[in-house]
């Protein structure tokens, strides 16, 4: 079936630093990729849509510009948290939509900042 | 604007007793609707979903949804629950067409089951 694989699973950087966050689509192309932020035991809150060749779309509330989203490729959309600190520290989780089935997700990033 | 509710924060359950978690929605159009389940520091797992034709779904590890139109309802079921099946549920519904539209999250279920 569809696989999304993301990485790392979970990343420790200082604060003031930069992490990237990779998402790839193994086995289909997706012109679409999503970001997603959750908080303990809290829902899915979508950051951003990312479209491959163009630039992304944010929702609202989202800082662009802490936030870099990049879509390359056809099966690589990556996630740059910029200047990182604390609050940033959370659960981010990337998803795509392979033709003609649902919705796979990635199995998630834990940033730590401290 | 375009939603989805899951009413109960918590549900518990004992094995081998059946299980619903709720979910209502809120879209113009016809819905498209999903339920995932995640475990502890993990992404999602699909469980199933509705596009179209009969409203009772079946999915994955034997779960199972309805889809009632007038209650605008898609509420997760299982006729008997297993210690494993304690996770977080979500409820999600399709906004936008095809590979682009995006996938709005109810809140999430835990559903805890006990021997």
């Known amino acids: 079936g569809a696989v999304v694989s993301q990485h790392p699973s979970w990343v420790i950087c200082k604060s003031g630093t930069s992490v990237k966050i990779e998402c790839r689509s193994l086995d289909f192309q997706a012109t679409t990729m999503f970001w997603y932020r959750q908080f303990p035991k809290q829902s899915l809150m979508l950051m951003a849509t990312s479209n491959e060749g163009s630039k992304a779309t944010y929702e609202q509330g989202v800082e662009k510009d802490k936030f870099l989203i990049n879509h390359a490729s056809l099966t690589l959309s990556t996630l740059t948290v910029t200047s990182a600190h604390p609050e940033d520290s959370s659960f981010y989780i990337c998803?795509?939509?392979?033709?003609?089935?649902?919705?796979?997700f990635g199995s998630g990033t834990r940033l730590t900042v401290v | 604007a375009q939603s989805v509710a899951q009413p109960e924060d918590q549900v518990n359950v004992a094995e081998g007793n059946p299980l619903t978690v709720k979910c209502t929605y809120s879209?113009?159009?016809?819905?498209?609707l999903f339920w995932y389940v995640q475990y502890p520091n993990r992404g999602l797992q699909f469980l199933l979903k509705y596009i179209t034709g009969d409203n009772l779904v079946k999915g994955s590890y034997g779960f199972e949804a309805e889809f009632n139109k007038s209650q605008t309802s898609f509420h997760l079921k299982k006729p008997s629950a297993l210690v494993s099946d304690s996770a977080l549920y979500f409820c999600?519904?399709?906004?936008?067409?095809?590979?682009?539209?995006?996938?709005?999250f109810g809140q999430g279920t835990e559903l805890s089951v006990k021997p």
């Open positions: 879209v113009s159009g016809n819905p498209y």
């Open positions: 999600a519904v399709r906004v936008g067409y095809n590979q682009g539209g995006k996938l709005i």
């Open positions: 998803s795509a939509s392979p033709p003609g089935a649902g919705y796979t």
